[in-house]
């Protein structure tokens, strides 16, 4: 059963920089990638960022790019998020994702196991 837990999230100024994390732990899965995404309250959960977890390939939503990077580190198999310039509309739970078949998607439904989430407040 592979797990993902999630880190990094916390109040930060409008402007200011987090990085999150995201450890994946047990199974043996493949997995072709992962991804983040986020849900503010009322909303729906949508699609943040995603990686080709052995090409290292990236996509971003429209809203995060040149602001967000994600990236992965093979060997101690933890996927990052540095989100730069941060704005109150970037305010969210946070998930990370993974999928083990090939295929590049960005809705959830496509991803098959989640971490639990963790919170970015943006203040002014």
């Known amino acids: 059963q592979v797990q993902l837990a999630e880190s990094g999230g916390g109040l930060v100024q409008i402007g200011g920089s987090l990085r999150l994390s995201c450890a994946r732990s047990g199974g043996a899965l493949s997995t072709f990638a992962m991804a983040w995404f986020r849900q503010a309250p009322g909303k729906e959960r949508e699609f943040v960022a995603r990686i080709t977890w052995n090409g290292g390939d990236t996509d971003y939503a429209d809203s995060v790019k040149g602001r967000f990077t994600v990236s992965r580190d093979i060997n101690k198999s933890t996927l990052y998020l540095q989100m730069n310039n941060l704005k109150p509309e970037d305010a969210a739970v946070y998930y990370c994702?993974?999928?083990?078949?090939?295929?590049?998607?960005?809705?959830?439904?496509?991803?098959?196991?989640w971490g639990q989430g963790t919170q970015v407040t943006v203040s002014s």
């Open positions: 994702a993974g999928r083990r078949a090939k295929g590049l998607f960005t809705a959830p439904v496509n991803y098959d196991y």
